[in-house]
């Protein structure tokens, strides 16, 4: 068995923000020379996502409505969690779109469909923040 | 390390459908003999879902209403996405009902509780799609 | 490639809890011996879940409104599943929280970031459910 771990920084310049990482993650296959395996990508903070979906910035901001509507951030006060911190809202969205993702390597690439994408969602942003690519395979 | 990778062709005859996988990925645990492992099932579309909860048709009657209520197809313009489309819904609905999942294998077997199954989720049908299967393991 | 499989079970006192399951986790990563490999912990039942979040109990009760606002339990009857049952809502939260999630274990620990806390969801409990995990890797 082949495995390589790896950790991305984010430091998104917005509180909201999608980023596409599909060619870091992409990389990373590469370099772990895995042919078959799985190929974890996950969030290592609470209060971001990552989530595969489509990438169109169209889509992104009904996804950024949509989140609102779901889990308003506003008014602060309306949540227990926000005692000292703003960011509820951030950990309900975030569970929304996703902690997570598992995706299959497959001859060596990621085995996706025409339109996957994987996305860091961020939903408290302006600070650093890690995602982990896990491949396992061999 | 054993793998297997195969693609399940789905071509719901209507816009909206929850199918019932569960049959074709046991049997694809069967073909790749692997006893101990992983069993990754997933959406190749993002306006699909793989998701795991029961066989009920009451139930999946309450997930489209509830679906429809949380994330409208209609008015379709209320969506940047829909620009030329009309499925940006679809994208949302299958958010919610996630795109992956991840089974354990067991004794040759879907490590299953009493009432857990597999359904692909159709949120914009009537075309060809297909859903990933990758089981790794010994 | 090494493999451990183990059964937790759960029986909340109320119908609705979380329940922070880290400490049995993290107890059966030592047990595996596993260094580096893949860690999946799901709910084998289908009105619970398994996700990551902040140990917080302020966000927890922001979770439990949160929920009851997007899927509430009552008016029973307003669930086509609820005919002899009344947890149709339960299948419909899980659904948000999610039922499973694949964790990384790096130089044999749980590769975690500096919040993440795996939780055991119920929403539908008193009475016997079951987590599995299940730990592949070398």
């Known amino acids: 068995m082949k495995s390589l771990t ?12 999608f980023v596409n990482i599909t060619p870091q993650v992409e990389e990373l296959v590469r370099k772990s020379s895995v042919r ?28 950024a409505e949509w989140l609102e509507k779901l889990a308003p951030h506003e008014p602060i006060s309306q949540y227990a969690h926000n005692n000292g911190e703003d960011n509820a809202d951030a950990h309900l969205k975030r569970t929304i779109m996703g902690r997570e993702t598992v995706v299959a390597i497959t001859q060596s690439k990621l085995d996706f469909g025409p339109w996957e994408q994987i996305f860091y969602g961020e939903f408290d942003g302006q600070r650093r923040k890690r995602v982990l690519v896990k491949i396992i395979g061999e």
Do not use: Q
Not at 44 to 55: E, K, L, P, Q, Y
């Open 36 to 63: 078959d395996g799985l190929c974890l990508v996950s969030a290592m903070h609470i209060t971001a996502s990552v989530f595969i979906n489509d990438n169109e910035s169209g889509l992104h901001r009904d996804f």
């Open 6 to 17: 790896e950790y991305l920084w984010m430091n998104t310049p917005t509180k909201y923000a």
